[in-house]
């Protein structure tokens, strides 16, 4: 295969992911190392360097027109930006010391486990109660777009969605992997935010979280020019259709292609550690 | 037009004279004065509506503002890459592609600086690492607008959280390289 054809065939794979990560705001790095390391056989160093290249493209891209649309909310996700940058620190610090390995066992049980906690429906309605003094402090509300007009919401919960933005940010840190739906998972469940809002604002910080680590890949030389060029220039196109379909989808069909990609990464996951990859 | 003076006149005193008696009406009926109360606070209320509106817009400003950074950040760098990518595919398109091994990047491709070199040699991969470099960097200067934004408004709160993740940013960049 010569350096045109591959570029072609990543150039299609990238658009894809760039769909998928756009639509469930897990970033395009879900689908692009899998499909570079086990169908195209690149080594997982180039994989993760243009797979952080595909992150931070589709967050970019899907973001402005998400912001634009009303849906990712600025505040909350600057807010939370603060945990995963914590966390990236401590993580990149425990990397030295605990075992990935093992450690990848548990993230895929955890993601199986926000798979499944991302099919339980609840009203998206946010109930009665009074916003707590941080909520209205910080301003963490905002109005969505839903097909009966704009619906007001309020964050809940927001310690333990700081908390476990935190623990977002130390797995990114140590694996550079599963950022996204932590995050989703914990303005979903915890802080009780429209999905819609949850998988945008994602997408919104995803970029700050992986340009965090950009140096680091950059220095080792993780990024390779010929890669991520294909990678990028698909990454992006898949992105703004994901953000346009993402308008118009409804609610429950994202949850379950969110949960069906979960389950995929997980599994995935399971398979590398056993088979010795990541 | 005399008549109509004193008349005038008359009236005038009348006027006070009902002023006078209004005013007594006023003191008597001291009830009444709530309702002028309430309404100067709903006055006052709208007000507040009004600066919440204000800030609400302004943050409708603000998100304007940081998704056209986004997105002609992202279109600009990806300009740059179209067109070092286009080179690079005539000059190498027909070699074979090889990500088996991994070999890291010339030193050059792997520090800032050195892209810029690179690319400003003429050098297409140099020109594609650069416009990846632009990529990476739109997120940032998104975190820099934001702060520099909040610090204009005198949101305080939030000049302190995107202050920190800027440190945090710059923290992770200085310990790669310096």
Redo the contacts between chains.
């Keep these: 295969m010569n350096i045109l054809e591959f570029s072609l065939l990543v150039w299609i794979g990238s658009f894809t992911a760039g769909f998928l990560g756009a639509l469930t705001g897990l970033g395009g790095g879900v689908v692009i190392v899998p499909l570079l390391t086990s169908v195209f056989g690149v080594d997982i160093r180039y994989a993760v360097g243009a797979s952080l290249v595909s992150v931070i493209a589709t967050s970019c891209g899907a973001a402005s027109a998400y912001i634009k649309e009303g849906y990712a909310n600025l505040r909350i996700g600057m807010f939370l930006e603060v945990a995963t940058t914590i966390g990236a620190l401590i993580g990149a610090f425990l990397a030295t010391i605990v075992s990935v390995k093992s450690l990848t066992i548990v993230l895929a049980i955890v993601l199986l486990y926000s798979a499944y906690l991302a099919q339980r429906t609840r009203p998206e309605i946010s109930d009665e109660l009074p916003p707590s003094p941080l909520v209205t402090q910080l301003r963490l509300t905002g109005t969505c777009p839903t097909p009966d007009g704009l619906m007001s919401y309020k964050a809940d919960s927001v310690p333990i969605g700081f908390g476990l933005m935190g623990l977002a940010g130390v797995f990114s840190g140590l694996l550079g992997i599963g950022s996204g739906a932590f995050k989703v998972l914990a303005m979903d469940q915890v802080m009780r935010l429209p999905f819609k809002v949850s998988t945008t604002t994602s997408n919104f910080t995803i970029g700050v979280t992986a340009a965090a680590s950009a140096s680091v890949y950059l220095a080792r030389g993780y990024i390779d020019p010929g890669l991520s060029m294909p990678v990028m220039l698909g990454v992006l196109p898949g992105a703004f259709l994901g953000a346009r379909v993402l308008v118009g989808a409804k609610t429950p069909i994202l949850r379950i292609v969110f949960s069906f990609v979960l389950v995929v990464m997980a599994l995935k996951m399971v398979y590398n550690s056993l088979i010795g990859g990541l | 037009m005399y008549q109509l003076d004193s008349e005038n006149n008359w009236g005038s005193k009348h006027l006070t004279q009902t002023g006078a008696t209004v005013i007594q009406e006023a003191q008597v009926v001291a009830l009444p004065l709530p309702p002028e109360a309430s309404e100067f606070g709903s006055s006052v209320l709208e007000v507040e509506g009004k600066q919440q509106v204000v800030s609400i817009s302004s ?1 409708r400003s ?3 503002l ?3 950074l ?2 002609y ?2 279109l600009l ?2 300009a740059i ?2 067109t ?2 286009i080179l ?2 005539m000059r ?6 090889d ?7 010339p030193a050059v ?4 600086d050195g892209v810029v070199i690179a690319a400003l040699s003429g050098s297409c ?2 020109f ?2 650069f ?3 632009l ?6 200067a ?2 820099v607008f ?1 702060f520099l934004a909040f610090l204009r408004r005198r949101d305080f ?2 000049v302190i ?2 202050l ?2 800027l440190i ?2 710059s ?3 200085i310990g ?2 310096f």
């Design positions: 943050d603000l998100e304007q940081i998704s056209y986004l997105r950040g992202v760098s990806s890459v179209l070092g990518g690079y595919l190498y398109g027909a070699e074979p592609a990500y088996r091994f991994f070999q890291g990047e491709l792997c520090s800032p991969r140099g594609i690492q416009g990846l470099l990529l990476i960097a739109t997120p940032v998104r975190v934001s709160a939030y959280l995107t920190f993740v945090g940013l923290y992770s960049f790669t390289y």
